[in-house]
């Protein structure tokens, strides 16, 4: 298997555009969960979904993001409009909702620049 | 709210030297406990997983403990290795049909040649 797959790996753009992540969980994965890294407050969930379906978007920091899942293979996190605070790595991690361990998966991540 | 804790944020040793990092977590009422690895500029890879009923877990030259009751974990590298240089993060998943999982800011590791 190819891991989670995320693109872009790098986007810099400016203040006021839209962006738009995507993330490819693991097939047979039924979890996929997004995450935003900074050096300040560390790995932080955004939002996560089971079956397709949002769970708890509570980490989600304000309205101008949103999370999107409209198959099993495919999940989109979109900023819009983007400021530079937003400036992070962000990560797409998947698991199987089955099974014991849930241990979930990292994707390499988006490192968003936002200037 | 569970708060997850790693000290010291980073740490620097000599080739060869067994090592022991630690994380602590306030709310001992866990499904489980994941230690992962991240390299600068990459993502995070899973070393182990420590259910809530078993004490310890054993990867090669990882061994990852858990005493749930006092709300620590450890993580032995046993003969440290310049390649494992890392951050290295623990992450605690709630007990329940909660599938969140609460990180800790993770322990820089520098392993000297």
């Known amino acids: 298997d190819a891991g989670v797959i995320q693109s872009p790996r790098h986007e810099v753009t400016e203040m006021g555009q839209e962006v738009t992540l995507r993330c490819k969980p693991i097939?047979?994965?039924?979890?996929l969960f997004w995450y935003r890294q900074t050096m300040m407050r560390g790995l932080e969930l955004l939002i996560y979904?089971?079956?397709?379906?949002?769970?708890?978007d509570s980490g989600m920091p304000e309205d101008r993001f949103s999370a999107k899942m409209p198959n099993a293979s495919f999940s989109t996190l979109k900023i819009q409009p983007s400021e530079p605070r937003d400036s992070a790595v962000y990560f797409c991690?998947?698991?199987?909702?089955?099974?014991?361990?849930?241990?979930?998966?990292f994707g390499p991540g988006t490192r968003l620049t936002v200037t | 709210k569970q708060e997850v804790t790693q000290i010291p944020a980073a740490l620097s040793v000599p080739e060869g030297e067994n090592l022991v990092l630690n994380c602590s977590f306030t709310d001992s009422a866990i499904y489980n406990l994941q230690w992962f690895r991240q390299d600068p500029g990459k993502g995070l890879t899973s070393l182990l997983l420590i259910q809530s009923s078993q004490r310890e877990q054993t990867s090669g030259r990882l061994n990852a403990s858990l005493d749930k009751s006092s709300g620590r974990s450890t993580l032995y590298i046993a003969a440290s290795q310049p390649g494992d240089s890392a951050t290295y993060l623990c992450a605690v998943r709630p007990a329940g049909a909660n599938s969140k999982l609460t990180f800790g800011k993770g322990i820089t590791l520098s392993v000297r040649p």
């Open positions: 979904f089971n079956n397709n379906v949002p769970i708890d």
């Open positions: 097939s047979g994965h039924n979890s």
């Open positions: 991690a998947s698991s199987p909702l089955n099974g014991r361990s849930h241990e979930q998966y």
